[in-house]
Antibody, heavy 123, light 110 residues
Framework: EVQLVESGGNLVQPGRSLRLSCAAS????????MHWVRQAPGKGLEWVSG????????GYVDSVKGRFTISRDNARNSLYLRMNSLKEEDTALYYC????????????????WGQGTLVTVTS | QFVLTQPPSASGTPGQKVTISCSGR????????VNWYQQLPGTAPKLLIY???QRPSGVPDRFSGSKSGTSASLAISGLQSEDEADYYC???????????FGPGTRVSVL
């Protein structure tokens, strides 16, 4: 059974940093692209970032470019999101999602999702 | 402002058919497949339809998807109370070089 467990969410002040982690199990992690998707309180879904199976291809939504960095450790079956210079508008539940394919370009089918980790940015 | 547009709400009585539209551009729906996600209240999203009209294993066949040009739609036939949820369309956007979601449509069963 595929399991994705996010962690690292917290209450932080604007301008600070945070690192989210996603522990994957139940599938061969290194064979699939992975993504982060967020949902602000009471709002819809927003794709944040994706990474190819080997980390060779990466994408970000414009609003986080230059501030967030996605990475993965296939040996540890883990996905990460380093979030710098956090803004209040980054407040959201952050989901880790598995792609059904190995690259993010052209069509990402997010076939499994974690339960999310909450990031709250406030002064 | 969303790249993909969906109606904010849709409703029907049990057994009825409900259709949700998703409108985009050539750079997203026009060139790439559309996926649909269902989010039940208080839960994580779930893949409902992929590659325009394919159902993952376990998804009832009363859910169906279609795509034409720069628009897509999700149909729920034989609406049931457990279908009350938010439904999101999504597609890769070649111009933005990223995935885009619609704003979501909340389906209510009257």
């Amino acid at each position: 059974e595929v399991q994705l467990v996010e962690s690292g969410g917290n209450l932080v002040q604007p301008g600070r940093s945070l690192r989210l982690s996603c522990a994957a199990s139940g599938f061969t992690f290194g064979d699939y692209a992975m993504h982060w998707v967020r949902q602000a309180p009471g709002k819809g879904l927003e794709w944040v970032s994706g990474i190819n199976l080997n980390g060779g291809g990466i994408g970000y939504v414009d609003s986080v470019k230059g501030r967030f960095t996605i990475s993965r450790d296939n040996a540890r079956n883990s996905l990460y999101l380093r979030m710098n210079s956090l803004k209040e508008e980054d407040t959201a539940l952050y989901y880790c999602a598995k792609d059904s394919g190995d690259i993010i370009v052209g069509g990402s089918i997010l076939d499994h999702w974690g339960q999310g980790t909450l990031v709250t940015v406030t002064s | 402002q969303f790249v993909l547009t969906q109606p904010p709400s849709a409703s029907g009585t049990p057994g009825q058919k409900v259709t949700i539209s998703c409108s985009g551009r050539r750079s997203n729906i026009g060139l790439n497949p559309v996926n649909w996600y269902q989010q039940l209240p208080g839960t994580a999203p779930k893949l409902l339809i992929y590659s325009n009209n394919q159902r993952p294993s376990g998804v009832p066949d009363r859910f169906s998807g279609s795509k034409s040009g720069t628009s897509a739609s999700l149909a729920i036939s034989g609406l049931q109370s457990e279908d009350e949820a938010d439904y999101y369309c999504a597609a890769w956007d070649d111009s933005l070089n990223g995935d885009v979601f619609g704003p979501g449509t909340r389906v209510s069963v009257l």
